[in-house]
């Protein structure tokens, strides 16, 4: 049975919940929510929750860990669940593409991400699938943090629930 890894990127308190840089952790919530998966792991490096289908073994990681140490979370249950990093699914935010646009692509940088940079570090490799969100960057040079830490409006939320989680569920069900 091939199995996946997927983790939407986020800090793991309700401050940053419905913030741009959780974007990838609010995806993966309304993944697990929508398709009512029952929560299989919890411990201090995060919660599975896994879902069967087709003879395909979906594990969706929440972690408990900042974004800046995301990596641990990922190396520690890539471990305990024997999965290979090519079957790394990472869905994260990226200022460089315009809100509600997607980007999916196995390997390349970080684009200073302090996410993606962790994971790098920790897994020791950039090869692993990417789906990169597009959060805009409709802020002035210098507040590149209070952007994407703030929180996205009803139209975004409302786009992401329509538009975004669709395009993303079916790649993650229908593609992979």
Same mark, same amino acid.
């Given at each position: 049975?091939?199995?996946?890894?997927?983790?939407?990127?986020?800090?793991?308190?309700?401050?940053?919940?419905?913030?741009?840089?959780?974007?990838?952790?609010?995806?993966?919530?309304?993944?697990?929510?929508?398709?009512?998966?029952?929560?299989?792991?919890?411990?201090?490096?995060?919660?599975?929750?896994?879902?069967?289908?087709?003879?395909?073994?979906?594990?969706?990681?929440?972690?408990?860990?900042?974004?800046?140490?995301?990596?641990?979370?990922?190396?520690?249950?890539?471990? !305990? %669940?024997? $999965?290979?990093?090519? &079957? =790394?699914?990472? #869905?994260?935010?990226?200022?460089?593409?315009?809100?509600? *646009? @997607?980007?999916?692509?196995?390997?390349?940088?970080?684009?200073?991400?302090?996410?993606?940079?962790?994971?790098?570090?920790?897994?020791?490799?950039?090869?692993?699938?990417?789906?990169?969100?597009?959060?805009?960057?409709?802020?002035?040079?210098?507040?590149?943090? !209070? %952007?994407? $830490?703030?929180?996205? &409006? =009803?139209?975004? #939320?409302?786009?992401?629930?329509?538009?975004?989680?669709? *395009? @993303?569920?079916?790649?993650?069900?229908?593609?992979?």
């Amino acid at each position: 049975m091939k199995k996946y890894l997927i983790i939407g990127l986020g800090n793991p308190i309700k401050q940053y919940e419905n913030t741009r840089h959780n974007i990838g952790s609010y995806i993966v919530k309304l993944i697990i929510n929508n398709e009512k998966i029952k929560k299989n792991y919890n411990d201090k490096y995060g919660e599975i929750y896994i879902k069967i289908i087709n003879n395909k073994k979906y594990l969706f990681l929440l972690s408990n860990l900042y974004m800046n140490k995301i990596g641990y979370s990922i190396n520690y249950f890539l471990k !305990k %669940y024997k $999965l290979k990093i090519k &079957n =790394l699914i990472v #869905l994260s935010d990226d200022i460089y593409i315009d809100f509600g *646009k @997607i980007k999916i692509k196995y390997k390349g940088g970080s684009g200073g991400h302090n996410g993606l940079n962790n994971i790098e570090y920790i897994l020791r490799t950039k090869e692993y699938l990417r789906i990169k969100i597009g959060i805009g960057h409709n802020f002035n040079y210098g507040e590149q943090n !209070k %952007y994407v $830490l703030s929180p996205m &409006n =009803l139209n975004e #939320l409302n786009l992401i629930k329509k538009k975004i989680y669709i *395009k @993303i569920y079916k790649f993650i069900f229908y593609i992979l």
